[in-house]
């Protein structure tokens, strides 16, 4: 599963959050939250350090541990470092997005799981990945939110990630 078809789907998904407001979903009106854009890395940090402390997310995921955040060298590249529980941000505008934040956040929290594939394997962006996302979407952003993510994953062709067990249809 290729990992561009995993940023496929989020970028198109980012662009909905930068807009926010109601959209047409298949007939049916949806909400769509409008992303935070943060201005430097204490915000992030702020934020990230938020995510964990919600209740669910520590209820789903027991063995994050915190995670830092700090400025990267790169311009170009945002990316989550798992042997020191990190994200790096460039200075880029665009990896200022909550989009971004989170897919990072959600790297740390699949990790805590033991999902620790290198970048080139294609587990990296597989389906523990894209559960953690869509969770840690459905918590901050609801579940509006998760349920574009999701089905821009599906129009991607990434397959959707599984249902956890104890949720019912």
Do not use: K
Request: proline fraction near 4%; hydrophobic fraction near 45%.
């Amino acid at each position: 599963m290729p990992a561009s078809a995993v940023y496929a789907a989020e970028d198109q998904w980012s662009a909905l959050l930068d807009r926010g407001g109601v959209v047409d979903f298949f007939g049916s009106r949806i909400d769509v939250p409008m992303q935070l854009r943060f201005g430097d890395v204490g915000s992030v940090q702020a934020y990230v350090d938020r995510v964990l402390a919600v209740e669910s997310v520590r209820t789903e995921f027991p063995d994050a541990g915190p995670l830092g955040v700090r400025a990267s060298r790169s311009r170009t590249r945002a990316r989550y470092l798992p042997d020191e529980q990190v994200i790096e941000l460039p200075s880029e505008l665009w990896a200022g997005r909550e989009s971004v934040v989170l897919h990072e956040t959600a790297h740390h929290l699949a990790c805590s799981r033991g999902i620790a594939p290198a970048r080139t394997s294609g587990r990296w962006h597989g389906a523990e990945f894209r559960s953690a996302m869509e969770f840690v979407v459905a918590q901050m952003l609801g579940d509006a939110a998760a349920l574009l993510l999701r089905s821009g994953y599906d129009a991607a062709g990434v397959a959707g990630a599984q249902r956890r067990r104890d949720e019912t249809r």
